[in-house]
């Protein structure tokens, strides 16, 4: 009998709208399972584009193992309406509050990326009885109009403003290779072209325009010293788009965020790279309130133990490997199930392998 192809099984959304003051829909997206963890609108999204992207699938997989991971278009993109408010930080935290209040639920994780960062921000510090925890990747306190830009700078901007207005929309457009280029440079050709697709299926050329403007005003750095939440800051350390740096500095504004440098230069972490899984890692770990553990802290004895463990071996087995009694090696998995925040060997095992071993 021949062999049958193999598929990729289908990856399941629960795909809602939600409502803004002006009328506007808000399309929203819940997958996973776990605490809740809500994803706030960065740039360029399209929640339905996610289930087949080889950039934002993986993601949905990965992190839906550990998270109920909710997304959202923000006004005017993928599948939401838009309407006449300005955009901003006042209009990006209404898509927060208007999200999170559909969603039911009392209190939720925030990831904010990039430009992303600084509604998240915002929200925690104006809503702390509802934010459990904040992650903030490859972000910002403040854009560009409040750092005192030289002329040079400003012309720089304004003619990718110009490039965008003149030639967005198009497939395969020049323009959308621009900003790919900067934010995933060591992506594969079919990620390169799923966030060309994606940019270009997500908004206008007027739309995009207005987000790019929109972007490069944020300012909360009066709302950092408000944020009470345990707070998780990510930065690629050769991200081109923004730089490390300004991740140090938001997480320095943050009373006693952590901060982590992925080993990266892209902008955001790609399925296929280590920091990738090490973003899953953390990210799932801090929302679950697990032990964060860092690269390289286990001993020789533990990685030997956890690439057993991954590979699904019982006590017996691991302890005629390893040439221990078998009470030895129950104490040295009991300590390791601690360190690895789990309860019993089904979770281990999954997260041994989460870890790479195995």
Request: hydrophobic share 45%; net charge neutral; aromatic share 6%.
């Amino acid at each position: 009998m021949p062999t049958l192809p193999h598929s990729t099984p289908a990856l399941r959304q629960d795909l809602r709208f939600a409502h803004l003051r002006s009328g506007a829909r808000l399309a929203w997206a819940s997958s996973g399972q776990g605490p809740a963890l809500v994803r706030a609108a960065h740039w360029m999204t399209h929640v339905e584009h996610d289930l087949n992207s080889p950039i934002w699938r993986p993601w949905l997989e990965r992190l839906g193992r550990e998270v109920r991971l909710i997304r959202y278009d923000e006004r005017g993109c993928g599948l939401s309406g838009p309407d006449d408010q300005p955009l901003g930080l006042e209009a990006a935290v209404e898509e927060l509050e208007v999200v999170i209040e559909a969603s039911g639920l009392a209190r939720v994780a925030l990831l904010g990326m990039s430009g992303a960062a600084a509604p998240a921000v915002a929200y925690a510090a104006r809503h702390p009885e509802r934010v459990s925890h904040l992650i903030l990747l490859g972000g910002y306190t403040h854009g560009l109009m409040h750092r005192n830009p030289s002329p040079k700078s400003l012309q720089w901007h304004e003619a990718i403003v110009k490039l965008v207005e003149l030639g967005w929309g198009q497939r395969d457009a020049a323009v959308q290779q621009f900003f790919t280029a900067q934010m995933i440079p060591d992506a594969t050709p079919a990620q390169v072209h799923a966030l060309n697709e994606q940019q270009r299926l997500s908004c206008t050329a007027e739309r995009a325009v207005a987000i790019l403007r929109a972007r490069v005003a944020l300012d909360v750095r009066d709302w950092l010293p408000l944020v009470r939440c345990p707070t998780l800051v990510l930065h690629a350390q050769g991200d081109g788009m923004v730089s490390v740096e300004l991740g140090r500095e938001l997480a320095a504004a943050i009373t006693g965020a952590r901060f982590e440098t992925l080993t990266s230069r892209n902008h955001l972490p790609l399925a296929g790279e280590p920091a990738f899984e090490r973003f899953c890692e953390v990210v799932g770990g801090f929302v679950a309130d697990r032990p964060i553990i860092a690269p390289g802290s286990f001993t020789r004895r533990e990685r030997e133990l956890l690439a057993l463990v991954a590979q699904g071996l019982d006590n017996l087995q691991i302890s005629a490997h390893l040439g221990l009694a078998d009470q030895t090696v129950r104490n040295a998995l009991s300590k390791l199930y601690a360190t690895l925040g789990v309860e019993g060997r089904p979770q281990a095992v999954a997260r041994a392998r989460d870890l790479g071993f195995g």
